[in-house]
């Protein structure tokens, strides 16, 4: 049922004056600060008129925005200052997943597939998330712009907004526009100085779910989850996943209410930190015997994680870990048997750079364009939006395909069950099913095995990040002062033979990323990545 709720009432524009605030520059995955920052004084407002700014006109007025979030603590309130701000800078409507959930893939699916009443469709999105990072009065919040295609805002717009924050001086409200109701689902019309403006209320979930129902076989993986010998266990760490999970994998693929964990989302993510990674999602690691302690209790066959947002996943098997470069690579390899959307085959792949080169090995021997790219999802969206990659992914734990322009964690794991379900369907009354450590090993097996670690260090200082990325570009002049540095340390190391600062020329459009990574190769495939705002990652392949 659909309540309308009309106003008679006709809001009034103001504009307020305001002044800029330094460190309004958006990253890859957008502005992301304390919550003490973004509630401070116009901090929020300016970066928000900064992007309206931004964007074209047609872009703005007259325009359907989707504002919502993945939950996290000053969500709801900045909901309703971004409609204000929407009101009065001529946007026609403004869709809000109920009680302003929707996680970022759905977001993605929302401006790509939703068509409104009146046959009205989305042409962006402001997000409201920190991505994997913790929330709470003390923690983090963030805020993107997604742009009529489903992804994040190139450079291009990204550059234009942060010069706007940087000479903002007003921005548009509308004030006296009352608080939307954002915990029931209807429309509210109200009008304005440029005619009617309405915000609708819509069911965070159905539009998502009907899209994975148009890829996967639900049928086939609703076999694999009803059969006595498959076990099963999703953690969305209190994450917006929470929010899908029970309506994909208890009511449309029967999995028992028990299967899932953390599935309430949390404005705190219940105190803990929303990463889906060995050290953070500890109870699904425990459970699935992978905990430094022994359990009596059988593990799950299949385990799996998301972080905040829902965009990033993590997959394991009864006491084995899947490393994100493996699992795109394997995803890859079985997509066009074991997934109907995948039927007709791939249109090509890619990964990020710092991502292990198991997916190069699988492009080569299936004859596959492959494509490496910096890291941030905007690269692959331009790859798909051009018919160039059906399946990508990162090694931080992000996998996606040209569904949608955003990486999707709970479409991965649907294709991990897709794969289960293929290569058990005619086994499912067998003494043993094949298994997540079965297939990552046969895969390993055909392809080979790319060995890779990742090290993460946080609350670095800024400056002494940068002198020491500044070092390693200097470092790369002396090739055969590094060698005899490493082999001092180990002497079985391979030789470095090249060393560079990658750089990206899109093939659509010509645009050149610099800076995007400092890399040392290795004799024998193997490469060192360092990398900002991670500092340091280590990719191994051999």
Same mark, same amino acid.
Request: charge should be negative.
């Given at each position: 049922?659909?309540?309308?709720? %009309?106003? /008679?009432?006709?809001?009034?524009?103001?504009?307020?004056?305001?002044?800029?605030?330094?460190?309004?520059?958006?990253?890859?995955?957008?502005?992301?600060?304390?919550?003490?920052?973004?509630? *401070?004084?116009?901090?929020?407002?300016?970066?928000?008129?900064?992007?309206?700014?931004?964007?074209?006109?047609?872009?703005?007025?007259?325009?359907?925005?989707?504002? +919502?979030?993945?939950?996290?603590?000053?969500?709801? &309130?900045?909901?309703?200052?971004?409609?204000?701000?929407?009101?009065?800078?001529?946007?026609?409507?403004?869709?809000?997943?109920?009680?302003?959930?929707? %996680?970022?893939?759905?977001?993605?699916?929302?401006?790509?597939?939703?068509?409104?009443?009146?046959?009205?469709?989305?042409?962006?999105?402001?997000?409201?998330?920190?991505?994997?990072?913790?929330?709470?009065?003390?923690? #983090?919040?963030?805020?993107?712009?997604?742009?009529?295609?489903?992804?994040?805002?190139?450079?291009?717009?990204?550059?234009?907004?942060?010069?706007?924050?940087?000479?903002?001086?007003?921005?548009?409200?509308? /004030?006296?526009?009352?608080?939307?109701?954002?915990?029931?689902?209807? !429309?509210?019309?109200? +009008?304005?100085?440029?005619?009617?403006?309405?915000?609708?209320?819509?069911?965070?979930?159905? #539009?998502?779910?009907?899209?994975?129902?148009?890829?996967?076989?639900?049928?086939?993986?609703?076999?694999?989850? +009803?059969?006595?010998?498959?076990?099963?266990?999703?953690?969305?760490?209190?994450?917006?996943?929470?929010?899908?999970?029970?309506?994909?994998?208890?009511?449309?693929?029967?999995?028992?209410?028990?299967?899932?964990?953390?599935? @309430?989302?949390?404005? &705190?993510?219940?105190?803990?930190?929303?990463?889906?990674?060995?050290?953070?999602?500890? /109870?699904?690691?425990?459970?699935?015997?992978?905990?430094?302690? &022994?359990?009596?209790?059988?593990?799950?066959?299949?385990?799996?994680?998301?972080?905040? #947002?829902?965009?990033? $996943?993590?997959?394991?098997?009864?006491?084995?870990?899947?490393?994100?470069?493996? %699992?795109?690579?394997?995803?890859?390899?079985?997509?066009?048997?074991a997934i109907p959307y995948f039927s007709s085959g791939l249109k090509g792949v890619a990964r990020s750079m710092p991502t292990s080169a198991a997916l190069d090995v699988v492009a080569k021997n299936l004859n596959l364009k492959f494509f490496e790219v910096p890291t941030g999802w905007k690269f692959f969206g331009n790859l798909m939006d051009a018919g160039l990659c059906s399946i990508c992914g990162e090694e931080s734990f992000g996998t996606g395909s040209d569904h949608i322009r955003e990486k999707d964690g709970i479409w991965a794991v649907l294709a991990w069950l897709s794969i289960l379900a293929f290569k058990n369907k005619e086994n499912l009354n067998g003494d043993k099913l094949v298994t997540v450590e079965d297939i990552v090993r *046969?895969?390993?097996?055909?392809?080979?095995?790319?060995?890779?670690?990742?090290?993460?260090? /946080? $609350?670095?200082?800024?400056?002494?990040?940068?002198?020491?990325?500044?070092?390693? !570009?200097?470092?790369?002049?002396?090739?055969?002062?590094?060698?005899?540095? @490493?082999?001092?340390?180990?002497?079985? !190391? +391979? $030789?470095? !033979?090249?060393? &560079?600062?990658?750089?990206?020329?899109?093939?659509?459009?010509?645009?050149?990323?610099?800076?995007?990574?400092?890399?040392?190769?290795?004799?024998?495939?193997?490469?060192?990545?360092?990398?900002?705002?991670?500092?340091?990652?280590?990719?191994?392949?051999?």
């Amino acid at each position: 049922m659909v309540v309308v709720e %009309s106003k /008679e009432m006709v809001f009034k524009v103001s504009k307020v004056s305001t002044t800029p605030i330094d460190g309004q520059k958006p990253g890859t995955s957008g502005l992301r600060k304390k919550v003490k920052v973004f509630i *401070q004084p116009h901090y929020l407002q300016n970066f928000v008129q900064s992007t309206f700014n931004a964007l074209t006109p047609e872009k703005v007025r007259g325009a359907t925005l989707v504002v +919502s979030g993945d939950g996290r603590y000053f969500s709801k &309130d900045a909901i309703q200052i971004i409609i204000k701000m929407s009101a009065a800078n001529g946007v026609r409507r403004v869709w809000v997943g109920q009680n302003g959930l929707l %996680s970022t893939p759905a977001v993605s699916a929302v401006i790509r597939e939703r068509v409104g009443v009146d046959g009205s469709k989305a042409t962006g999105a402001f997000i409201l998330t920190a991505s994997h990072n913790p929330g709470g009065p003390h923690e #983090d919040f963030g805020i993107k712009y997604n742009m009529e295609n489903g992804g994040p805002a190139p450079e291009a717009i990204t550059d234009k907004i942060f010069e706007n924050t940087k000479t903002i001086t007003e921005y548009l409200i509308a /004030e006296d526009l009352p608080n939307i109701d954002i915990s029931t689902i209807g !429309v509210a019309n109200f +009008s304005g100085p440029e005619g009617q403006f309405d915000v609708e209320v819509f069911d965070s979930a159905s #539009d998502y779910v009907k899209l994975m129902k148009s890829i996967f076989d639900f049928e086939l993986i609703r076999k694999l989850l +009803s059969s006595s010998k498959f076990t099963f266990c999703y953690d969305a760490l209190h994450g917006v996943a929470g929010a899908y999970a029970h309506r994909i994998f208890v009511e449309e693929l029967g999995a028992q209410e028990s299967s899932l964990l953390n599935c @309430v989302p949390k404005e &705190d993510f219940g105190g803990g930190h929303p990463d889906p990674n060995l050290t953070y999602a500890k /109870e699904l690691v425990a459970r699935m015997g992978l905990g430094k302690s &022994d359990s009596a209790v059988d593990p799950p066959e299949f385990g799996a994680a998301a972080d905040g #947002d829902a965009d990033r $996943n993590m997959i394991l098997g009864k006491r084995f870990f899947v490393t994100p470069s493996d %699992s795109v690579a394997i995803i890859a390899a079985n997509a066009v048997n074991a997934i109907p959307y995948f039927s007709s085959g791939l249109k090509g792949v890619a990964r990020s750079m710092p991502t292990s080169a198991a997916l190069d090995v699988v492009a080569k021997n299936l004859n596959l364009k492959f494509f490496e790219v910096p890291t941030g999802w905007k690269f692959f969206g331009n790859l798909m939006d051009a018919g160039l990659c059906s399946i990508c992914g990162e090694e931080s734990f992000g996998t996606g395909s040209d569904h949608i322009r955003e990486k999707d964690g709970i479409w991965a794991v649907l294709a991990w069950l897709s794969i289960l379900a293929f290569k058990n369907k005619e086994n499912l009354n067998g003494d043993k099913l094949v298994t997540v450590e079965d297939i990552v090993r *046969q895969h390993w097996a055909i392809y080979g095995r790319h060995y890779y670690t990742r090290y993460d260090y /946080e $609350n670095v200082d800024a400056g002494a990040a940068k002198d020491l990325m500044a070092y390693l !570009v200097k470092l790369q002049s002396s090739l055969d002062e590094i060698n005899s540095s @490493v082999k001092g340390a180990r002497s079985d !190391v +391979s $030789n470095v !033979v090249n060393a &560079d600062e990658f750089e990206y020329k899109d093939p659509v459009d010509g645009s050149v990323s610099k800076h995007q990574g400092i890399r040392f190769l290795f004799e024998d495939g193997s490469r060192l990545v360092s990398q900002l705002p991670y500092l340091l990652k280590k990719c191994l392949s051999e």
